[in-house]
């Protein structure tokens, strides 16, 4: 059974495809490891523990620890189980556990970004956490915590992080990491880094639509906008104690990320003080030495440069032996500060399978369908209402009063099975397109978590309006062979509600930024004929142009579901109906024209050398920022959002308050002038709110920043704090920002540290980016 992979020989292993002979085996020169070597810092005792056992491990036993293969899980590491040690299992991903049943479909990171909710956000990584030791998976691929970050709106992958603003980012890549990693967990903060684009392919698609002909895309960036806006999220996953880190799939400056000596052993285990271990994406590995020299510590999965390749190097000296150490130590030294050593679940499940066990080279699994939902569904239901965003309301929302409902659109309609189009989620249509086959409730490939039901809108809707005596009459159909039917459904309807999506999918990046499925023609049809108004539904993973309809007369309500996850209908019900006052706000800005954001920021051709290359030439200033410098008006900005109330910021005020970091599991070694730490809060920023409307509700207080005019290179200013407070009707509730040092930090690149800038710091308050009736400056002439 599962001794299996904790007695197996990996370097044994049947995967290995002959022809696959890397350059690296016949490396001719001894090169010496310079990066860091663990010492586990806050874990120290782990270290010492692994250190120990290590030291009683053959060259054979080590490697083994280092090289994952395909197994029960998505990837199953070596054991020595002579000294107690197992294999760990690896598996998806970032909105609950993938690949198996009985467990959560949670709305995406990029969604649940918009309740800028800190507790609910630390909720959900909580309960995600549970699911996958239930199962017994010990590490979990994810969260995504910036890479991508979201540069560029055409990203099919956005959706698997939170959100393109660093700081939004960052403070929920620490608390999912610290919420996830309670139940003993190991999460794995990726893709390290700079991956903000799929690979360019140009060959044909193969039999099963998959992409050939690919390369990956080497991103160049300068040393500021690293560390300002890329870097800042995996800081904080350090910072917050994730045991792992992936390398992405990309090149850095034309290095390989999970070779890059500079991303790994210079910034992550260098600068930032990781203690735990790099493990690759799958298929990122493209050496031996290089890789093991870089600072990878891990391949996932195949045995394809490590396992076998690995022990030859270091036989023949290409690898110094204390780097092998190294690795194991570092891999150990997670485990064991993870505790998973003293009292964790066996692996209980068989990916991709749903048969009661399985053969797997001569030994069986069993799969137990273990249930550890809990009761989870409540709270993903939670997470999902709280995170639908109000664009636009004339007042038709929240429901009250009338006797007619229309809906339409296949988005509004269960899924013709769970899994969809294949295991992955991806379905194929045409040549080139992908989209979903009912309603969209998450994105395709490794984001992509396993629903055991859908509650679509239709049937939340149909419920509900049931217990009112609301007639609900639908044509679940997008197409123009159904406009017939749903022009005369409209025109039964006062309330016409309208379900179009955007469903993405790993691998494929976005060729525009509209609707699937002719989603703005079904959009038309509806409000051409309605009898009343319009409620619009967006489920999308990501930027989608609404010009063409948003201002048509009968559109009256609109609203960003994002990837809710398998709760959708229910949550949209707590939504449509009032039972929740919306609440959220957008982590991203909604454009007017693709004309709003830089040219061409996704490469889409091989480019003339040896790969593409994509240049962040647009440097600190994306999404918002890039909108504020160049002076587009967005439709929605960054942070906007309605609500069925009104809420008034008063008394907007900030002191210099100096409070100890407390939050920090593993310390960083990021430079900076002064003597207080990085992480340390300096000055606290204070503001009322009062909800002067008529409903009950809760609203997000932001805090915006602008550096002093001498930093240039600053786009016009950036979040710095934000709130959730709910209010009663009439009540004042105060709100306060803290403002660490780094908050108020820029990257010296001469000096190669963060330095807060001497002179006037502005500040705006409010509840967008661009709504921030109060202002107030500081004047900062020390280094602290
Ligand atoms: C590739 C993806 O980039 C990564 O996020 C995922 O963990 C692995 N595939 C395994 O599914």
Redesign the pocket.
């Known amino acids: 059974m599962w001794s299996y992979i904790q007695s197996s020989l990996l370097l044994l292993s049947p995967f290995l495809p002959s022809s696959l002979i890397p350059l690296s085996d016949h490396h001719p020169h001894q090169i010496h490891y310079h990066g860091p070597l663990t010492d586990g810092g806050i874990w120290h005792e782990a270290y010492e523990r692994s250190r120990d056992v290590a030291k009683e491990m053959t060259l054979e036993e080590k490697v083994n620890l280092t090289t994952a293969v395909t197994g029960p899980c998505?990837?199953n590491s070596g054991g020595v189980p002579r000294l107690g040690i197992p294999g760990l299992c690896f598996n998806?991903?970032p909105a609950g556990p993938?690949y198996t049943d009985f467990v959560t479909q949670w709305p995406s990171a990029f969604t649940a970004a918009a309740s800028f909710d800190r507790d609910l956000i630390e909720e959900r990584a909580k309960r995600i956490g549970k699911e996958f030791r239930g199962k017994g998976i010990n590490v979990e691929?994810?969260p995504?915590t910036g890479g991508p970050l979201g540069r560029s709106p055409y990203a099919g992958?956005n959706w698997?992080a939170f959100t393109p603003d660093p700081y939004l980012s960052s403070t929920l890549s620490f608390l999912t990491v610290r919420g996830m990693q309670e139940s003993g967990l190991i999460t794995?903060a990726?893709?390290y880094i700079l991956y903000e684009q799929e690979p360019v392919c140009d060959g044909p698609l193969d039999g099963e639509g998959g992409r050939t002909g690919c390369r990956d895309v080497s991103s160049e960036v300068d040393d500021k906008t690293m560390k300002e806006l890329y870097l800042p999220s995996f800081a904080e996953t350090v910072r917050a104690g994730t045991g792992a880190v992936?390398c992405?799939?990309n090149k850095i400056n034309g290095t390989a990320a999970c070779e890059s000596d500079d991303a790994l052993n210079r910034i992550m285990k260098d600068e930032l003080g990781f203690k735990g271990f790099v493990l690759s994406?799958?298929?990122?590995t493209h050496s031996t030495v290089e890789s093991a020299l870089g600072g990878m510590d891990m391949e996932?999965p195949g045995e394809y440069f490590y396992g076998q390749r690995l022990l030859k190097a270091i036989e023949k000296g290409s690898i110094p032996e204390s780097r092998l150490d190294d690795m194991v130590h570092r891999i150990l030294t997670s485990w064991y500060a993870s505790k998973q050593h003293t009292d964790y679940p066996q692996v209980n499940y068989q990916k991709y399978d749903l048969s009661d066990s399985k053969e797997v080279n001569g030994l069986v699994f069993k799969n137990e369908h273990r249930d550890v939902r809990e009761d989870n569904a409540i709270y993903a239901r939670k997470v999902a209402a709280e995170s639908t965003v109000l664009l636009k309301n004339s007042g038709i929302l929240p429901i009250r009063g009338i006797r007619r409902i229309g809906v339409f659109g296949t988005d509004a309609d269960y899924p013709s099975t769970l899994s969809g189009c294949g295991p992955d989620l991806f379905c194929l249509v045409g040549s080139k397109r992908r989209y979903w086959n009912g309603t969209v409730t998450i994105g395709g490939?490794?984001?992509a978590a396993y629903a055991d039901y859908i509650a679509a809108p239709i049937e939340a809707i149909t419920l509900k309006a049931r217990q009112q005596g609301i007639r609900v009459d639908h044509v679940l159909q997008d197409d123009a062979a159904h406009f017939g039917s749903i022009g005369w459904v409209a025109y039964q309807s006062e309330v016409c509600l309208v379900f179009v999506s955007l469903f993405l999918v790993?691998g494929w990046d976005r060729e525009h930024l509209k609707l699937d499925k002719g989603g703005e023609e079904l959009i038309k049809q509806v409000e051409k004929n309605c009898a009343g108004e319009v409620v619009v539904m967006l489920h999308a993973g990501g930027q989608v142009i609404v010009e063409n309809w948003i201002d048509l007369p009968k559109i009256g309500a609109v609203l960003f579901a994002g990837y809710p996850g398998q709760e959708t209908g229910n949550a949209l019900v707590d939504i449509l109906w009032g039972d929740i006052n919306p609440s959220a706000k957008l982590p991203f800005s909604m454009g007017k024209s693709p004309n709003d954001w830089p040219k061409d920021n996704i490469v889409r051709d091989m480019g003339k050398g040896a790969y593409p290359i994509a240049k962040f030439t647009e440097g600190l200033a994306i999404d918002y920022k890039w909108f504020d410098k160049h002076n587009f008006t967005p439709r929605y900005e960054f942070g906007y959002g309605l609500s069925y109330t009104k809420f008034e910021f008063s008394g907007f005020d900030i002191e210099e308050r100096y409070e100890k970091d407390r939050d920090t599991v593993q310390r960083t070694n990021e430079r900076y002038e002064g003597t207080r730490g990085l992480y340390d809060t300096l000055f606290v920023a204070r503001v009322n709110i009062t909800n002067i409307g008529k409903t009950p509700g809760a609203e997000v207080a932001q805090l915006y920043m602008s550096f002093p005019k001498s930093e240039v290179e600053q786009p016009p200013k950036h979040l710095r704090g934000y709130a959730k407070k709910y209010l009663e009707v009439g009540q004042m509730g105060t709100v306060d920002f803290p403002l660490r040092k780094k908050d108020l930090s820029v990257w010296d690149v001469k000096k190669q540290l963060w330095k807060i800038p001497r002179g006037t710091f502005t500040f705006g308050v409010g509840n967008s980016s661009r709504e921030l009736p109060s202002k107030l400056t500081i004047e900062i002439d020390s280094s602290y």
């Open positions: 998505q990837a998806d991903g993938r691929l994810g995504v992958r698997e794995c990726k893709h992936m992405s799939y994406d799958f298929g990122a996932l490939g490794s984001g790993e």
